[in-house]
Structure formats: structure tokens, C-alpha cells
């Protein structure tokens, strides 16, 4: 971790961030999606302010995190949905974490009181990972899609900011 560093996602990152987002779908327990997004279609859906990626002394993109909103209406402005991904060779060396802490930093300077993710139970790493950095389990959504030809269950977390209020 003391040789990454995160700045914000940039369009050059484009190819970079969409290959460790399919090897995170590859795996099978990162997302009900199978199939990454073209970069238009991950650009639109997006908040641009909170978009970041962990390099590496060479600037080689490690990981990245970014939010979508909840909704639409005017009342949920403060809630995002976030989704953290880091390149398979790079996992266990503190890159989400470092990740999440800059997410939460800027999501909090926005003022974004809740953030929020569903992950799938088997996924351990991110459950703990979640936990130590705040979030807390809302509950289980048992069953709620299917992928890959079987059921799956989805943890909800959430994490609420303790200086919004």
C-alpha cells in the first residue's frame, strides 16, 4: 500500500479500468453482470466527482472505486451506491482499502451521507473489509438473482456518515 497512491479516474484509464472490472466479473463473485460495460456506458452511469483509481509508483492502475446514485429524486441526493474492484494480481495489499478511504473522504466533502453496496456473502474479503472501514450489514436479500444458473443472496451494507447530519 505504502507504493500506491489514488488520484481520480481519467478517461485514459478507460481500457485499464474496464479489464480489472471483467477479471472481477470473471471470477464470479463480484457482480450478478458477466460482462463489463463499454466505457460509455460506465461513464453515463457514474458520478464523475467520485471516480478514483490506486497506482502504483509507475502509475499502473491497480484498482479502482467509483458511486452511482440511488435515485433520482431530489430526497436521495445523499445516498450512493459504490462499487470497488482491484486487479487479481494486486488483491491483498491494502488497494480497496485505500480505495474506500478516498471514496469516503470525497463522498463526505460532497455532502453524501450514505453509502452503500450489496455484496455477495461468499465474497468474505469485502464483508470484512466493508465492516473495518464502517459499514454495517442492513440485511440479507435472499434469492434476489439468479447468476450463472443458480440463485444468489446479496448482503446489503451501508455506511452513514458521523458528521453529516
Known sequence: MADST??????????RVLA?????????????????PTWAAFDTTRLTAH????????????????VSPTSTRAVYAGV?????????????????????????TSTEAAGIWTIQSGVFPENTASLTLHQRVGFRV???RERVGRHHDRWRDVVLLERRSPTIS
Open 138 to 140: 442492513i440485511g440479507v
Open 20 to 36: 480489472i472490472y471483467q477479471a472481477g466479473l470473471d471470477g464470479g463473485n463480484a457482480s450478478f453482470e458477466i460482462t463489463a
Open 6 to 15: 489514488v488520484r481520480p479516474m481519467a478517461v485514459a484509464d478507460a481500457d
Open 80 to 104: 450512493v451506491e459504490h462499487s470497488v474492484y482491484v486487479d487479481p494480481a494486486a488483491q491483498g495489499r491494502g488497494i480497496a482499502r485505500l480505495l474506500l478511504d478516498a471514496l469516503i
Open 51 to 66: 471516480r478514483f483509481v490506486a497506482v502504483d509508483r509507475d502509475g499502473a492502475v491497480l484498482g479502482w472505486i467509483a
